[in-house]
């Protein structure tokens, strides 16, 4: 056996969660391996730079306002946070035309959104676990338009394929993000803030924190656990990593393929069979300069098929760089389309806002999380109409020696980066509390 296969505590999965929790165990003293099926570190945090010099986020990259924890990490690894450029409420586009604000469809589109946000706070029917999103506003929503904007925002703000996501999953979801308002908005919500360097510099700086206690291109097939030895891991290369804990951040749905000894409870196993990752498609065309802002702006909802999400994320030294988010079911028409025709498809639709300047960006970077082998999705998983699970926060109660983590389990913005280093926090706390206690028994009974 060798030592260099054994720790204290192993955790698997290297994104922000997993990192989280190893840095603040290995600062406590307590000898970690993090073992990433990638080859990778980072997980849904994935950054590149441009040939501008630039530095893009094709992951997760929005610190939301009031997201301290996200913040600290940021100033910890001395990144650069500047606001969300925004002129207010983005532009809504349908068949190339702007929709008015003021128009029946988006004022009706409105009043559903407040009286979801309304009913998340007071009381979500138990029945419309039963109804899924795209259920309920085809039977409920009698504009096409209002139908379309409905649809985008939920599926933005979710990446959920909305006929197998419930009413009543979105609802109980809502408070846990500080409300609709705060989900859908750029300046003082969710997209308050991005970071110049990218939010790489994050992951970065806590695997450089942990040196020679990462193993990438290690993606597990089994994991088992008993009171005398602890946690066995063993790869698909047939490797084996023995620890007295593990802390698993890999999602539910992506739990599939390995094999626990003993079977995890019913309950467990439910939650695995009954979620799904998120589907999105992220893009960012780079541009010498933001040349947007000398008129309309960078933000806008396009309603026309595939509909997507369009946000101005340049620093403010430039250069421009434009955002497009593709979630839910219309992400997946992007799939088997050559990259050319994706990127025409998208920067065409802007073409009567903003010119034929933006036919021709520098650079073009794009992403489809739901085709990366190892994340399965972004930017969480969800539970399927019909179940309770998947409700969040996802389930973390430790199962023998196994502690859980990742976004999902966050208490408080599950979902979002904030939520990735809560849920890390979290666990490695619940961690080192065990183990002080195991270790302090085993010396009571030497004496």
Not at 165 to 184: C, E, H, Q
Not at 326 to 346: F, K, S, Y
Request: net charge negative; hydrophobic share 40%; proline share 5%.
């Amino acid at each position: 056996m060798a030592q260099s296969n054994r720790a204290e505590v192993l955790v698997i999965g290297a994104g922000l969660s997993g990192l989280t929790a190893a840095s603040e165990l290995h600062r406590q003293g307590i000898d970690v391996i993090v073992l990433e099926a990638s080859s990778n570190v980072g997980g849904r945090v994935s950054s590149v730079t441009t040939s501008l010099g630039s530095h893009l986020d094709l992951g997760g990259q929005w610190i939301g306002h009031g997201h301290h924890r996200i913040t600290a990490l940021v100033d910890k690894a001395r990144g650069t946070t500047y606001q969300t450029f925004s002129r207010g409420l983005p532009r809504i586009v349908h068949e190339g035309r702007s929709v008015s604000l003021f128009s029946p469809s988006v004022l009706f589109a409105t009043i559903y959104l407040i009286f979801l946000d309304l009913a998340s706070r007071i009381y979500v029917p138990r029945g419309w676990i039963e109804i899924s999103v795209e259920q309920a506003i085809a039977a409920f929503v009698p504009f096409e338009i209002a139908a379309q904007l409905l649809r985008l925002l939920v599926a933005v703000s979710s990446t959920t394929e909305l006929s197998i996501f419930s009413v009543y999953n979105f609802a109980k979801s809502i408070p846990l993000s500080g409300g609709l308002s705060t989900m859908l908005r750029t300046q003082g919500g969710a997209q308050d803030r991005l970071v110049v360097e990218s939010m790489g510099i994050t992951t970065s700086m806590l695997a450089n924190e942990l040196p020679r206690k990462i193993l990438t291109g290690m993606p597990i097939t089994n994991v088992s656990q008993d009171r005398e030895n602890g946690v066995t891991v063993r790869t698909a290369s047939g490797e084996q990593f023995y620890a007295e804990k593990a802390i698993i951040t890999v999602p539910p749905p992506m739990l599939k393929n390995i094999t626990f000894s003993p079977q995890m409870p019913p309950e467990r196993i439910a939650l695995q069979e009954n979620t799904r990752m998120g589907v999105v498609y992220k893009a960012l065309a780079v541009f010498e300069q933001p040349f947007w802002r000398e008129g309309l702006g960078g933000e806008f909802l396009v309603l026309d098929d595939p509909a997507c999400g369009v946000f101005d994320s340049s620093s403010p030294g430039g250069p421009g760089h434009l955002c497009f988010l593709v979630a839910g079911t219309p992400a997946r028409q992007l799939d088997t389309l050559d990259t050319n025709v994706r990127r025409e498809m998208l920067l065409s639709r802007l073409v009567p806002h903003l010119g034929r300047r933006a036919l021709h960006p520098v650079d073009w970077h794009e992403k489809a999380w739901h085709l990366d082998e190892f994340c399965g999705g972004g930017y969480l998983a969800y539970g399927v109409v019909g179940t309770s699970d998947g409700l969040l926060p996802m389930p973390h109660k430790p199962i023998g020696n196994l502690h859980w983590a990742g976004t999902e389990t966050a208490q408080e913005h599950p979902g979002y980066l904030e939520g990735a280093v809560q849920s890390g926090e979290r666990a490695a706390r619940e961690v080192a509390c065990t183990l002080r206690g195991a270790h302090t028994d085993k010396q009571e009974e030497s004496l």
